[in-house]
């Protein structure tokens, strides 16, 4: 088993994007069982306080990754080169559209109080949101929600990972519905 787990490490090591226990099982060409066994195994291994990787599960795929408690000290030099920081219009407007989505423009205007089309357009250059349908009415418009490179982005396993709002803020994201 150690061999096996070995190789299952070595793989997550090499590959940049989240892989699934399927694909994990593919590239190793070993059972789906033994991988699920081994994330186990690599789970508790990166788990110790002495390590500074953590194997964590992102998007629906397993990712070694560094500890969030040190990511502050290492995401100047080692953050996404091409994303930086969003601003504060983008964060207000991604956050509206991944506690909401599906969600049109116009309603993430009604909530904002401002125009989106600047920060959504920004949004889905990043690749942090994208178009997910048309909404049902007179115009069918265009609906938006978040992409696997927004939970990349937020280390999330899926949406169901966000921050619980709290009843005003959750009144707030309601004033479109």
Do not use: H
């Not at 116009?106 to 889905?124: F, K, P, Q, S, T």
């Amino acid at each position: 088993m150690e061999k096996e787990c070995a190789l299952v490490e070595a793989v997550l090591f090499l590959e940049s994007e989240p892989l699934n226990e399927k694909a994990l099982a593919s590239v190793t060409q070993l059972a789906v069982e033994v991988v699920q066994k081994c994330l186990v195994l690599l789970k508790e291994k990166y788990g110790q306080e002495n390590s500074g990787v953590e194997l964590a599960q992102i998007g629906g795929g397993w990712v070694l990754t560094p500890k969030k408690d040190l990511w502050n000290t290492l995401k100047e030099r080692y953050g996404n080169k091409n994303g930086g920081k969003l601003s504060r219009s983008a964060i207000e407007t991604l956050s509206i559209i991944a506690y909401s989505q599906p969600i049109t423009r116009a309603e993430i205007e009604a909530i904002r109080g401002v125009a989106a089309d600047n920060m959504i357009r920004l949004l889905v250059e990043r690749n942090l949101i994208k178009e997910v349908g048309r909404k049902d009415v007179p115009g069918k418009p265009v609906q938006y929600g978040t992409t696997k490179e927004f939970l990349k982005f937020f280390r999330l396993n899926s949406i169901a990972d966000l921050p619980k709002l709290d009843e005003e803020e959750s009144e707030r994201f309601e004033l479109a519905r």
